[in-house]
C-alpha cells in the first residue's frame, strides 16, 4: 500500500541529493511523475507505488483473481540497482534460476519478473497471463511486468534503456542505442558494446529481458537478494477458468478501481476501494449474478496515519544477541548471516564486507539523515540488509550512549567487536549492562 510517510520521506532524501546523478539513473528521469531516485556510493533507489499510468490487466485470458494495488516501494524497500555492476565468474541463467521476484526494473519505476513463473516452466507471455502491456499482478496483487516494457521507448527513445537488470546492467531494445543492428548476443541476451560496456537487449520472444545475470548478484530464497516486498492485504486468488479481463479503470488518487471480465459470456467485475485505514474494500459482482464482498485486513506494514509503534523495551532488550539455551551460546549472529553479507561469496566474511553491510542498515534506517537512527527510525518500514532486524532487536544495547538514538559511530562499533570475535573464531555476545539489568 501506498505509505504516504514512506514516499515523503524518500522525496526529501531525493531533494537533498547534491551533485548529478549516475548515469544509471537517466532512464528513469524520463518518468519523474512515478520515480522517486536517490543514491549512494554503490546504488541507485528507485522508488515508486507500483502502478504504471497505462491500462492494466486488460486482455489477460489467464487470471488468477489478482487484483492491482500500490505497493510502498520506496526508503529501505525501493529498487536498488549497483552503478558498479560487476561480471560474475560463472553467470547465473534465468531459464533455471530466480523464479521468485524480480530480476530487473523498468524504467517507469515497475519490476519485471521472470517471463518463466514461479513453476518454473510456464511462459506467462505464451500462457496469456499478461495483460497488452506485458503484465499483471502476483499474490500481493502487485502489479509486474513479465517481459519488456516496449511501451516505455516512446519517451525513451531509441538512446536510452528500457530498463536495467538487477545486476546493474542495462537492458535496450532490438537495436544498439546508436541505431546499429545487434550482433553476437550471449546466452543471457547480452553483449560487450564496441565501447567495452556490457548491455542486455530485449527480445519479442523468449527471453524477452536479460535471460539471466552477466554480472554478479546475491540470492536468497530463490529470488535476487535485496529486493523490496510487496504486502499482502488478503489470501492470494485461484485460477478463475475461462475469464477474460474486458476493463480497468482507477481514480486519479488510486484509491478506487474497477475491474471488469467476462466468464463464458457473463459478466463480472470487481470494485475495490483503499479505505482511509489502510484496509481494501471489495464488491465482487460475480457472473453468476450473485454478489459479495470484503474487507481486508490492514496489511502487515505500518500506515501512515497509523501511530508510529512505540520504542523497543529497553527491559526486554537486554538480552544478549545469542539466546542461550541449557547453557549453550547459540550461533553467533554473524555466523548465521554469513551467506547474506558475504558479497563476494568466498565464505569468508571481509572486515570491509561487514562494514559495508553497516553503511546499508545506517544510511536505510536513518530516513531523515541526520545521521542517527531515531527509535522511531529503527521500528519503520524494513531495511533491506542483514543487520536490519538486528539494530531493532538490540536497539538499546547498540545506543551505547543511551541517547535514545544509535549512531554511525555505536552501530560500527557493536559491528566490529562481532566481527573481531568472528575473525579470531569467538562467539559474540553483548556484556550485561547493569544499567538494563534494573527491573
Ligand atoms: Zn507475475
Ligand atoms: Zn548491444
Known amino acids: 500500500m501506498i505509505e504516504e510517510a514512506d514516499y515523503q520521506a524518500m522525496k526529501k532524501k531525493s531533494a537533498a541529493q547534491t551533485g548529478p546523478a549516475p548515469k544509471t539513473a537517466e532512464p528513469f528521469q524520463k518518468f519523474p511523475e512515478a520515480v522517486l531516485l536517490d543514491w549512494d556510493e554503490k546504488y541507485l533507489y528507485v522508488g515508486s507505488d507500483g502502478l504504471p499510468d497505462h491500462p492494466m490487466m486488460v486482455g489477460i485470458t ?38 521468485r521476484g524480480a530480476i530487473a526494473v523498468a524504467a517507469n519505476g515497475i519490476p519485471i519478473f521472470n517471463p518463466i513463473k514461479n513453476d518454473g516452466r510456464t511462459d506467462t507471455f505464451l500462457a496469456g497471463e499478461l495483460d497488452e502491456y506485458g503484465g499483471h499482478c502476483g499474490r500481493a496483487d502487485d502489479y509486474h511486468y ?21 545486476d546493474g546492467y542495462p537492458i535496450y531494445g532490438l537495436a544498439e542505442p546508436d541505431g546499429s543492428t545487434v550482433n553476437g548476443l550471449d546466452s543471457f541476451h547480452g553483449h560487450t558494446s564496441a565501447t567495452g560496456e556490457y548491455h542486455y537487449h530485449a ?33 492470494a486468488g485461484e485460477p478463475l477458468p475461462g475469464a477474460k479481463i474486458t476493463g480497468f479503470t482507477i481514480s486519479a488518487d488510486k484509491k478506487k478501481y474497477q475491474l471488469d471480465y467476462s466468464q ?14 489502510g ?34 523495551d529497553r527491559k526486554a532488550a537486554g538480552g544478549p544477541p545469542q539466546m542461550e ?28 564486507e561487514m ?11 536513518d530516513a531523515d539523515r541526520d545521521g542517527k537512527i531515531s527509535s522511531e527510525e529503527a521500528n519503520g518500514p524494513g531495511v533491506r540488509s542483514s543487520m536490519a532486524g538486528f539494530v531493532k532487536q538490540h536497539f538499546a544495547e547498540v545506543d551505547a550512549d543511551e541517547s535514545g538514538s544509535i549512531s554511525l559511530e555505536e552501530l ?3 559491528a566490529m567487536k562481532m566481527w573481531e570475535k568472528y575473525s579470531r573464531g569467538e562467539g559474540f555476545s553483548f556484556p550485561r549492562s547493569p544499567t538494563l539489568e534494573k527491573p
Not at 517481459?147 to 531509441?158: D, K, S
Not at 540470492?219 to 516486498?229: K, M, R
Not at 485486513?297 to 501512515?304: D, L, M, N
Not at 539455551?325 to 561469496?345: A, C, F, S, V, Y
Open 146 to 166: 513479465h517481459v519488456a516494457p516496449w511501451h516505455l521507448a516512446e519517451r525513451l527513445g531509441p538512446s536510452l534503456p528500457l530498463g536495467y537488470a538487477l
Open 264 to 277: 463464458n459470456g457473463r459478466k463480472g467485475s470487481v470494485n475495490y476501494e483503499i479505505l482511509p485505514g
Open 62 to 99: 489467464a487470471w488468477q483473481q489478482q487484483v492491482p494495488l500500490p505497493q510502498a516501494y520506496y526508503l529501505g524497500n525501493a529498487w536498488s540497482i549497483p552503478l558498479h555492476p560487476v561480471p560474475a565468474a560463472n553467470g547465473m541463467s534465468a531459464k533455471t534460476n530466480f523464479f
Open 279 to 312: 484496509s481494501v474494500h471489495f464488491t465482487f459482482k460475480n457472473p453468476d449474478g450473485t454478489t459479495s464482498e470484503s474487507t481486508s485486513e490492514k496489511g502487515k506494514q505500518r500506515k501512515s496515519g497509523d501511530r508510529p509503534p512505540p520504542p523497543p
Open 355 to 365: 562494514m559495508a553491510e553497516v553503511d546499508q542498515t545506517f544510511t536505510g534506517y
Open 325 to 352: 539455551t541449557n547453557g549453550q551460546p547459540r550461533k553467533p549472529w554473524i555466523e548465521n548471516h554469513l551467506k547474506e553479507m558475504d558479497r563476494d561469496q568466498n565464505g569468508k566474511l571481509s572486515r570491509e
Open 203 to 235: 527480445s519479442k520472444s523468449y527471453p524477452y529481458i536479460n535471460g539471466g545475470f552477466h554480472g554478479e548478484v546475491s540470492i536468497g530464497g530463490g529470488q535476487v537478494e535485496p529486493q523490496p516486498s510487496a504486502n499482502p492485504v488478503r489470501q
Open 412 to 414: 560500527k562499533a557493536v
